[in-house]
Protein backbone atom coordinates (compact mmCIF):
# COMPACT_ATOMS: atom_id res chain seq x y z
CA UNK A 1 0.00 0.00 0.00
CA UNK A 2 2.96 2.37 0.54
CA UNK A 3 4.83 1.94 -2.72
CA UNK A 4 1.42 2.64 -4.16
CA UNK A 5 0.75 5.84 -2.16
CA UNK A 6 4.20 6.98 -3.14
CA UNK A 7 3.56 6.22 -6.56
CA UNK A 8 0.24 8.32 -6.81
CA UNK A 9 1.94 11.02 -4.64
CA UNK A 10 4.55 11.17 -7.40
CA UNK A 11 2.15 11.08 -10.39
CA UNK A 12 0.49 14.45 -8.49
CA UNK A 13 3.46 16.12 -7.80
CA UNK A 14 4.43 15.84 -11.63
CA UNK A 15 1.05 16.51 -12.61
CA UNK A 16 0.99 19.86 -10.74
CA UNK A 17 4.86 20.36 -12.23
CA UNK A 18 3.77 20.09 -15.39
CA UNK A 19 0.37 21.95 -15.13
CA UNK A 20 2.35 24.88 -13.35
CA UNK A 21 4.65 24.89 -16.26
CA UNK A 22 1.47 25.16 -19.08
CA UNK A 23 0.57 27.77 -17.07
CA UNK A 24 3.93 29.38 -17.28
CA UNK A 25 4.22 29.46 -21.00
CA UNK A 26 1.01 30.34 -21.25
CA UNK A 27 1.04 34.21 -19.37
CA UNK A 28 4.30 34.15 -21.23
CA UNK A 29 2.89 33.69 -24.24
CA UNK A 30 0.03 36.27 -23.41
CA UNK A 31 2.18 39.05 -22.34
CA UNK A 32 4.90 38.74 -24.85
CA UNK A 33 3.31 36.93 -27.96
CA UNK A 34 6.81 38.18 -30.21
CA UNK A 35 9.29 36.72 -27.68
CA UNK A 36 6.83 33.44 -27.75
CA UNK A 37 6.74 33.13 -31.46
CA UNK A 38 10.62 33.97 -31.23
CA UNK A 39 11.08 31.25 -28.94
CA UNK A 40 9.06 28.86 -30.74
CA UNK A 41 11.34 29.63 -33.85
CA UNK A 42 14.83 29.31 -31.83
CA UNK A 43 13.28 26.23 -30.76
CA UNK A 44 12.71 24.54 -34.10
CA UNK A 45 15.90 25.46 -35.41
CA UNK A 46 17.94 23.84 -32.47
CA UNK A 47 16.08 20.68 -33.40
CA UNK A 48 16.45 20.68 -37.32
CA UNK A 49 20.13 21.27 -36.34
CA UNK A 50 20.19 18.30 -33.64
CA UNK A 51 18.34 16.20 -36.22
CA UNK A 52 20.31 17.31 -39.33
CA UNK A 53 21.92 13.71 -39.94
CA UNK A 54 18.22 12.26 -39.76
CA UNK A 55 16.49 14.71 -41.98
CA UNK A 56 18.78 14.40 -44.56
CA UNK A 57 19.86 11.41 -46.67
CA UNK A 58 22.87 13.34 -48.24
CA UNK A 59 26.19 13.97 -47.00
CA UNK A 60 27.62 17.94 -46.05
CA UNK A 61 30.65 17.85 -47.59
CA UNK A 62 29.75 15.30 -50.87
CA UNK A 63 28.24 16.51 -54.24
CA UNK A 64 25.26 14.63 -54.97
CA UNK A 65 23.96 16.60 -57.73
CA UNK A 66 24.37 19.35 -60.69
CA UNK A 67 26.44 22.30 -59.44
CA UNK A 68 23.82 25.35 -58.64
CA UNK A 69 20.87 22.97 -59.30
CA UNK A 70 18.05 24.74 -58.63
CA UNK A 71 15.30 23.97 -55.61
CA UNK A 72 13.47 21.02 -55.80
CA UNK A 73 16.09 19.23 -58.33
CA UNK A 74 16.51 15.66 -58.58
CA UNK A 75 20.23 14.30 -57.02
CA UNK A 76 21.88 11.61 -59.29
CA UNK A 77 21.43 9.26 -57.10
CA UNK A 78 18.15 9.31 -56.07
CA UNK A 79 16.17 12.48 -53.71
CA UNK A 80 15.00 16.15 -53.81
CA UNK A 81 17.45 18.60 -53.39
CA UNK A 82 15.24 20.94 -51.85
CA UNK A 83 17.20 23.90 -51.92
CA UNK A 84 19.00 22.88 -54.67
CA UNK A 85 22.67 22.38 -54.83
CA UNK A 86 25.92 24.93 -54.07
CA UNK A 87 28.76 25.24 -56.73
CA UNK A 88 30.36 22.02 -56.57
CA UNK A 89 26.86 19.92 -56.22
CA UNK A 90 26.24 19.38 -52.37
CA UNK A 91 23.06 19.44 -51.42
CA UNK A 92 21.90 22.79 -49.75
CA UNK A 93 19.78 21.71 -47.41
CA UNK A 94 21.96 19.58 -46.01
CA UNK A 95 24.35 21.79 -45.42
CA UNK A 96 22.24 25.02 -44.27
CA UNK A 97 21.25 22.25 -41.91
CA UNK A 98 24.38 21.23 -40.62
CA UNK A 99 25.80 25.06 -40.81
CA UNK A 100 22.53 25.86 -38.47
CA UNK A 101 24.57 23.07 -35.84
CA UNK A 102 27.71 25.11 -36.10
CA UNK A 103 26.20 28.33 -35.46
CA UNK A 104 24.18 27.44 -32.36
CA UNK A 105 26.68 25.41 -30.75
CA UNK A 106 28.79 28.42 -31.17
CA UNK A 107 25.92 30.95 -30.39
CA UNK A 108 25.55 28.95 -26.72
CA UNK A 109 28.81 27.93 -25.94
CA UNK A 110 30.47 31.41 -26.50
CA UNK A 111 27.72 33.18 -24.02
CA UNK A 112 27.68 30.52 -21.67
CA UNK A 113 31.78 30.86 -20.85
CA UNK A 114 31.81 34.18 -21.72
CA UNK A 115 28.76 34.96 -19.33
CA UNK A 116 30.35 32.56 -16.80
CA UNK A 117 33.25 34.14 -16.85
CA UNK A 118 32.24 37.75 -16.43
CA UNK A 119 30.06 36.62 -13.99
CA UNK A 120 32.57 35.65 -11.81
CA UNK A 121 34.93 38.58 -12.73
CA UNK A 122 32.37 41.26 -12.22
CA UNK A 123 31.51 39.62 -8.70
CA UNK A 124 34.78 39.31 -7.19
CA UNK A 125 36.07 42.47 -8.51
CA UNK A 126 32.89 44.83 -6.25
CA UNK A 127 33.18 42.56 -3.25
CA UNK A 128 36.99 42.11 -2.79
CA UNK A 129 37.63 45.99 -3.66
CA UNK A 130 40.65 47.58 -3.68
CA UNK A 131 44.06 47.02 -5.97
CA UNK A 132 42.07 43.69 -6.95
CA UNK A 133 38.60 45.82 -8.46
CA UNK A 134 41.19 48.71 -10.01
CA UNK A 135 43.84 45.97 -12.29
CA UNK A 136 40.66 44.04 -13.25
CA UNK A 137 38.89 47.47 -14.25
CA UNK A 138 41.69 48.15 -16.31
CA UNK A 139 42.02 44.68 -18.23
CA UNK A 140 37.82 45.09 -18.65
CA UNK A 141 38.53 48.76 -19.97
CA UNK A 142 41.35 47.35 -22.71
CA UNK A 143 38.72 44.58 -23.63
CA UNK A 144 36.33 47.03 -24.21
CA UNK A 145 38.76 49.33 -26.23
CA UNK A 146 39.32 46.67 -28.69
CA UNK A 147 36.45 45.80 -31.15
CA UNK A 148 35.04 42.44 -30.72
CA UNK A 149 35.66 41.04 -34.41
CA UNK A 150 39.31 42.75 -34.40
CA UNK A 151 39.83 40.73 -31.38
CA UNK A 152 38.31 37.29 -32.41
CA UNK A 153 40.25 37.56 -35.63
CA UNK A 154 43.81 38.28 -33.89
CA UNK A 155 42.40 35.26 -31.73
CA UNK A 156 41.60 33.05 -34.68
CA UNK A 157 44.75 33.72 -36.97
CA UNK A 158 46.92 33.16 -34.13
CA UNK A 159 45.47 29.77 -32.46
CA UNK A 160 43.82 28.37 -35.31
CA UNK A 161 40.50 27.99 -36.97
CA UNK A 162 39.01 25.36 -34.82
CA UNK A 163 35.30 25.31 -33.37
CA UNK A 164 36.81 26.10 -29.78
CA UNK A 165 38.93 28.73 -30.53
CA UNK A 166 36.28 30.46 -32.49
CA UNK A 167 34.04 29.57 -29.03
CA UNK A 168 36.80 30.99 -27.35
CA UNK A 169 37.80 34.24 -29.03
CA UNK A 170 33.60 35.21 -29.38
CA UNK A 171 33.52 34.50 -25.51
CA UNK A 172 36.78 36.94 -24.70
CA UNK A 173 34.99 39.91 -26.31
CA UNK A 174 31.53 39.41 -23.70
CA UNK A 175 33.71 39.28 -20.75
CA UNK A 176 34.14 43.14 -20.33
CA UNK A 177 30.81 43.89 -20.74
CA UNK A 178 29.01 41.22 -18.76
CA UNK A 179 31.87 41.88 -16.00
CA UNK A 180 30.41 45.47 -15.95
CA UNK A 181 27.18 45.03 -15.63
CA UNK A 182 27.57 42.33 -13.00
CA UNK A 183 29.72 44.77 -10.77
CA UNK A 184 27.22 47.17 -10.81
CA UNK A 185 24.54 44.91 -9.42
CA UNK A 186 27.15 43.21 -7.11
CA UNK A 187 28.26 46.60 -5.62
CA UNK A 188 24.30 46.96 -4.47
CA UNK A 189 24.27 43.47 -2.75
CA UNK A 190 27.73 43.91 -1.14
CA UNK A 191 25.58 46.48 1.08
CA UNK A 192 22.77 44.65 1.99
CA UNK A 193 22.47 43.49 5.21
CA UNK A 194 22.61 39.28 4.85
CA UNK A 195 26.05 39.84 3.61
CA UNK A 196 27.07 42.73 6.33
CA UNK A 197 25.43 39.58 9.11
CA UNK A 198 27.45 36.87 7.01
CA UNK A 199 30.57 38.79 7.47
CA UNK A 200 29.71 39.04 11.15
CA UNK A 201 29.73 35.66 11.74
CA UNK A 202 33.22 34.93 10.08
CA UNK A 203 31.64 33.74 6.81
CA UNK A 204 34.79 33.09 4.10
CA UNK A 205 35.20 35.91 1.17
CA UNK A 206 34.92 32.47 -0.84
CA UNK A 207 31.71 31.29 0.63
CA UNK A 208 30.07 34.81 0.28
CA UNK A 209 30.98 35.22 -3.28
CA UNK A 210 30.06 31.23 -4.24
CA UNK A 211 27.21 30.31 -2.28
CA UNK A 212 25.33 34.12 -1.95
CA UNK A 213 26.23 36.14 -4.51
CA UNK A 214 26.50 34.37 -7.48
CA UNK A 215 23.05 32.99 -7.03
CA UNK A 216 21.56 36.32 -6.20
CA UNK A 217 23.38 37.49 -9.48
CA UNK A 218 21.24 35.09 -11.79
CA UNK A 219 18.87 36.77 -13.13
CA UNK A 220 20.69 39.97 -14.74
CA UNK A 221 23.38 36.92 -16.27
CA UNK A 222 20.40 34.64 -17.79
CA UNK A 223 19.09 38.15 -19.59
CA UNK A 224 22.92 39.26 -20.61
CA UNK A 225 23.43 35.24 -21.98
CA UNK A 226 20.09 35.57 -23.63
CA UNK A 227 20.95 38.87 -25.61
CA UNK A 228 24.52 37.90 -26.64
CA UNK A 229 23.29 34.62 -28.46
CA UNK A 230 22.09 36.67 -31.90
CA UNK A 231 25.70 38.50 -31.40
CA UNK A 232 27.75 35.37 -31.17
CA UNK A 233 25.66 33.56 -34.02
CA UNK A 234 26.73 37.09 -36.40
CA UNK A 235 30.07 36.92 -34.88
CA UNK A 236 30.66 34.08 -36.13
CA UNK A 237 29.33 34.06 -39.40
CA UNK A 238 31.51 37.10 -40.06
CA UNK A 239 34.74 35.54 -38.86
CA UNK A 240 33.59 32.33 -41.11
CA UNK A 241 32.81 35.04 -44.31
CA UNK A 242 36.18 36.64 -44.03
CA UNK A 243 38.13 32.91 -43.87
CA UNK A 244 38.55 33.02 -39.84
CA UNK A 245 35.74 30.81 -38.55
CA UNK A 246 35.28 27.05 -38.95
CA UNK A 247 37.91 25.62 -41.12
CA UNK A 248 35.91 23.95 -43.75
CA UNK A 249 34.95 21.29 -44.94
CA UNK A 250 32.62 21.72 -41.61
CA UNK A 251 29.64 23.90 -42.80
CA UNK A 252 28.91 27.25 -41.47
CA UNK A 253 26.26 29.81 -42.70
CA UNK A 254 28.99 32.54 -42.71
CA UNK A 255 31.37 30.37 -44.68
CA UNK A 256 28.77 29.15 -47.02
CA UNK A 257 27.89 33.09 -47.88
CA UNK A 258 31.65 33.59 -48.33
CA UNK A 259 32.18 31.02 -51.12
CA UNK A 260 28.75 31.78 -52.80
CA UNK A 261 29.60 35.16 -53.19
CA UNK A 262 31.64 34.57 -56.57
CA UNK A 263 28.32 32.76 -57.83
CA UNK A 264 25.84 35.29 -56.82
CA UNK A 265 24.49 35.53 -60.33
CA UNK A 266 24.60 32.00 -62.06
CA UNK A 267 23.18 30.81 -58.22
CA UNK A 268 20.62 33.39 -56.17
CA UNK A 269 19.60 30.64 -54.03
CA UNK A 270 23.23 29.80 -53.04
CA UNK A 271 23.37 33.33 -51.28
CA UNK A 272 19.27 33.69 -50.21
CA UNK A 273 19.04 30.38 -48.33
CA UNK A 274 22.41 31.06 -45.67
CA UNK A 275 21.90 34.61 -45.57
CA UNK A 276 17.60 33.94 -44.75
CA UNK A 277 18.98 31.13 -42.68
CA UNK A 278 21.47 33.91 -40.29
CA UNK A 279 18.75 36.42 -40.45
CA UNK A 280 15.92 34.27 -39.36
CA UNK A 281 18.07 32.53 -36.23
CA UNK A 282 19.12 36.55 -34.60
CA UNK A 283 15.72 37.63 -34.91
CA UNK A 284 14.09 34.92 -33.23
CA UNK A 285 17.02 34.89 -30.58
CA UNK A 286 16.54 38.99 -30.17
CA UNK A 287 12.54 38.36 -29.45
CA UNK A 288 13.24 35.90 -27.28
CA UNK A 289 15.88 37.51 -25.51
CA UNK A 290 14.11 40.63 -24.98
CA UNK A 291 11.03 39.14 -24.02
CA UNK A 292 13.10 37.20 -21.53
CA UNK A 293 14.43 40.51 -19.94
CA UNK A 294 11.53 41.84 -19.66
CA UNK A 295 10.12 39.07 -17.58
CA UNK A 296 13.34 39.24 -15.07
CA UNK A 297 13.90 42.88 -15.10
CA UNK A 298 10.57 44.38 -15.26
CA UNK A 299 12.65 47.79 -15.06
CA UNK A 300 13.82 47.73 -18.40
CA UNK A 301 10.92 46.99 -20.15
CA UNK A 302 10.76 49.18 -23.22
CA UNK A 303 13.88 50.20 -23.32
CA UNK A 304 15.48 49.01 -26.51
Given at each position: ????????????????????????????????????????????L???????????????????????????????????????????????????????????????????L???????????????????????????????I??????????????G??????????????I???????R????????????????????????????????????P????????I????????????L????????????????????????????????????G????A????????????????????
Amino acid sequence: MRSKDVSMSLKSSAGNHLSKSRKTMWEFSKRNPAGAVGGVILLALIILAIFASLLTPFAYDKSVGSRLAPAGSEARAGGTMLFGADHIGRDLFTRTLHGGRTSIYVGLAAPLLGVGIGLLLGIASAYLGGVFDLITQRVVDALLIVPGLVLAMVITLSFGFTLQIVIVAISINMIGGVSRVIRSHALALRETQYVEALRAIGASDTRIILKHLVPNSFAPAIVLFAVSIGGAITTEASLSFLGLGVAPPRPSWGGMLSTAQEFFRSGVHIVLVPGIAIGVMVLAVNLFGDALRDVLDPRLRGRS
